[in-house]
């Protein structure tokens, strides 16, 4: 009995000093914010305001303050804000329908573009390509790339979200520091 315990023993010390250094590294994400899908104000709650908001920037080109304004107006989950967004968010508020394609909430982790919940070098890769207008990226992945909290992407962003993949930086401007 003792042989197995000293066994085990020996083998979960190999397994932590072989996974230590990958633990920190894929540690949760801590730098995220919830977006209620169809709040285009993001004041918390689903309204005729966010109705109203919606339809200036359909009808009139009235631009939004945020990127995070993009997720919550894209309720049809189609990666554009449209008059189909305008008109279920209304049929929405009208309690003509009680969901969203898009679903309830999201959460954006900021930094995060491939959806793993981690800040890592494929990350920099995507948000650096994105910059180089090599692709384009979704409405949600805009908002989890603005990791300093300007509303545009630019190569600035691409470099904080290297530090943070290297442990350089351990949060982003867009995030308060703990």
Do not use: W
């Not at 990958?22 to 709040?39: F, K, P, R, Y």
């Amino acid at each position: 009995m003792k042989n197995k315990i000293a066994l085990l023993t020996v083998v979960l010390g190999i397994v932590i000093v072989v996974l230590g250094g990958s633990m920190v590294v894929n540690a949760a994400h801590q730098c995220n914010e919830t977006v209620i899908i169809g709040d285009v104000n993001l004041d918390g709650l689903i309204d005729a305001l966010d109705v109203t908001i919606l339809g200036r920037y359909v009808n009139h080109g009235q631009p939004f303050t945020s990127l995070l304004q993009f997720v919550a107006a894209d309720v049809d989950y189609d990666n554009s804000v449209t008059i189909q967004d305008y008109n279920m968010l209304k049929d929405y508020v009208l309690r003509n329908i009680s969901s969203f394609p898009a679903g309830q909430f999201y959460t954006v982790y900021y930094g995060d573009l491939d959806g793993d919940q981690l800040v890592t070098s494929n990350d920099k890769q995507i948000v650096t390509n994105a910059v180089l207008n090599i692709v384009n990226l979704t409405l949600r992945q805009l908002a989890a790339a603005d990791v300093d909290g300007d509303q545009i992407i630019t190569a600035l962003d691409v470099s904080y979200i290297n530090s943070h993949s290297k442990d350089k930086i351990d949060h982003f401007p867009v995030c308060p520091q703990n």
